[in-house]
């Protein structure tokens, strides 16, 4: 099978754009892991870079993304929202649409895959926003696996829908009530449970980020996102879109979009991060806008942490976006200049939430609604003639408890 016609049929595509030999995308990336995980990440490495050349594996993954998981995603054009913002047209890649309601399954699914490959019974894995959680509890419950949720209390109060659907599908959800009690906090817990469980456990990583090589095989398992969305594009309007945008927080629904059109200079990459209560003097989960270069989680990429590099506490009122550092590839697309990266406060977020619903019927997840918050003045960059496609990363059934909370009557 080759590249060009993975290309042509939207289909993902694995072996493009691989990192060195130490998992580093130009300055960032790499492996920091204890002693105890090194030969487990080894393992991984190997046991990854095999399955994603066995063409039964290939076939099995894609016959389930088609049969579980519901693709492909469609392309909605949005035209009242497109009218609203200006003339340019708007198209949503609607992973709010997949089974589950995210763009975590891919990733979910292709990673169970290679852990049943691998001989492992045991699941653990962690969520923020509890899409990616659902999604573990989901394929675990489809190979019949063990699954272990870790989620920390802040959020499980704040997603407590999807705890339910967790514990709905078998998986058991631990809360974690140290540090910030969010998704940073459940990263810890879960990669503690795994170096002690090692012989029998695998760690379903939910982003593109973390120690080698799960930031490239995460991006792999999301890539049908940008090509299906690229053909879909070609199909309808004879042409690529003038900009790809995405929001970010460890950003695997980015990379999953942007990996179909890093090679085409004429389309804008452009990532969103979580603005929460400001830049200046807020608190916020902006790695961009607000860190530096560092190491957390078992890569090297921006990092938001202070002088002594201890690291901040993050905010944002989406749970699956307050997170203190970003993919290393993300990290490396900026150095280049290839990405352009943005933030969208909670008030912004907020409001294109209810803005999309009230244009096009369609309630989008927090996460997503961030990139939503750009879509005007990116809309009004391009011009009337210009094509934006956004990734409508989940739908914003999770989030209506809690935003009805923060605005009440005025939601």
Not at 15 to 33: I, K, L, M, S
Not at 52 to 80: H, K, W
Not at 223 to 235: D, K, M, T
Request: overall charge negative; glycine content about 12%.
């Amino acid at each position: 099978m080759t590249m060009a016609a993975q290309e042509r049929t939207g289909r993902p595509v694995f072996g493009r754009r691989d990192p060195d030999a130490r998992g580093y995308f130009g300055e960032y990336g790499g492996r920091f892991v204890p002693e105890t995980l090194v030969a487990p990440m080894e393992a991984l490495t190997e046991a990854y870079f095999a399955v994603r050349q066995d063409e039964a594996f290939i076939a099995e993954f894609e016959q389930l993304l088609r049969q579980f998981v519901g693709r492909p995603t469609p392309l909605y054009e949005a035209r009242r929202l497109s009218e609203a913002c200006g003339g340019a047209t708007i198209l949503l890649k609607r992973e709010d649409l997949a089974h589950t309601g995210a763009h975590k399954i891919n990733n979910a699914l292709g990673q169970a895959l290679l852990a049943r490959r691998m001989g492992k019974s045991r699941i653990v894995a962690e969520t923020g926003a509890g899409q990616h959680g659902v999604a573990t509890a989901t394929v675990c419950a489809l190979l019949g696996m063990q699954c272990v949720v870790y989620m920390g209390v802040d959020d499980m109060a704040r997603q407590a829908l999807n705890v339910f659907r967790m514990r709905m599908l078998g998986a058991e959800v631990r809360g974690v009530d140290s540090g910030s009690r969010t998704l940073k906090d459940a990263i810890n817990e879960a990669m503690r449970d795994w170096v002690a469980t090692v012989q029998d456990t695998y760690y379903l990583l939910g982003s593109a980020l973390g120690p080698h090589p799960y930031p490239v095989m995460v991006r792999e398992f999301q890539s049908v996102i940008g090509e299906e969305a690229r053909v879909q594009c070609l199909a309808a309007y004879g042409r690529l879109p003038d900009v790809a945008l995405a929001c970010v927080g460890g950003g695997s629904n980015a990379m999953g979009l942007f990996d179909a059109f890093v090679a085409d200079r004429g389309v804008r990459l452009i990532g969103v991060e979580a603005g929460g209560e400001g830049i200046e003097g807020g608190r916020h989960a902006a790695r961009f806008a607000g860190g530096t270069p560092g190491v957390l989680q078992g890569t090297r990429t921006f990092v938001l942490q202070d002088a002594n590099g201890n690291i901040e506490l993050t905010h944002s009122v989406s749970a699956g976006l307050d997170y203190a550092a970003v993919g290393p590839e993300h990290a490396d697309l900026l150095q280049q200049g290839r990405a352009e990266y943005r933030y969208a406060t909670d008030p912004e977020a907020l409001a294109a939430f209810a803005r999309l619903g009230r244009l096009e019927g369609i309630l989008p997840a927090l996460e997503s609604a961030h990139a939503i918050a750009a879509v005007e003045q990116v809309a009004r960059e391009v011009g009337t003639d210009g094509l934006v496609l956004v990734n409508l990363s989940g739908r914003g059934d999770k989030d209506v408890q809690s935003i009805q909370e923060l605005l009440g009557d005025q939601a």
